[in-house]
């Protein structure tokens, strides 16, 4: 079951406790927090995709071979406003005042 980030929001407004909790997808989002009836609101966060944040993942996905593999064209800077290509299908080289 997935996890879920509240706030706790005090009756001034200001923001309170930040707790997480567990519950299903479809069941309704906390109004109160569990334990103290407190007003709570969900915290929108973007989701955790497991394996893609690696290091060593990202180096291998944005790989000279794997970006050729891919169809894409990569550029490395060399000089101001001057791309030389270093693996695809494009142009050898772009200009800044191209």
Do not use: C, W
Not at 5 to 27: A, N
Not at 73 to 83: E, I, L, Q
């Amino acid at each position: 079951m997935p996890v879920y980030t509240y706030q706790v929001i005090h009756d001034d407004g200001s923001e309170g406790e930040v707790f997480d909790h567990v519950q299903g997808m479809s069941e309704e989002a906390l109004t109160e927090h569990p334990e103290t009836g407190e007003k709570v609101v969900r915290v929108f966060q973007s989701p955790h995709i497991a394996g893609t944040g690696h290091e060593r993942i990202q180096k291998q996905n944005t790989s000279d071979d794997n970006l050729e593999r891919l169809g894409f064209t990569k550029y490395v800077r060399n000089g101001k406003g001057h791309y030389e290509k270093h693996v695809g299908q494009g142009p050898e080289s772009l200009h800044a005042n191209d």
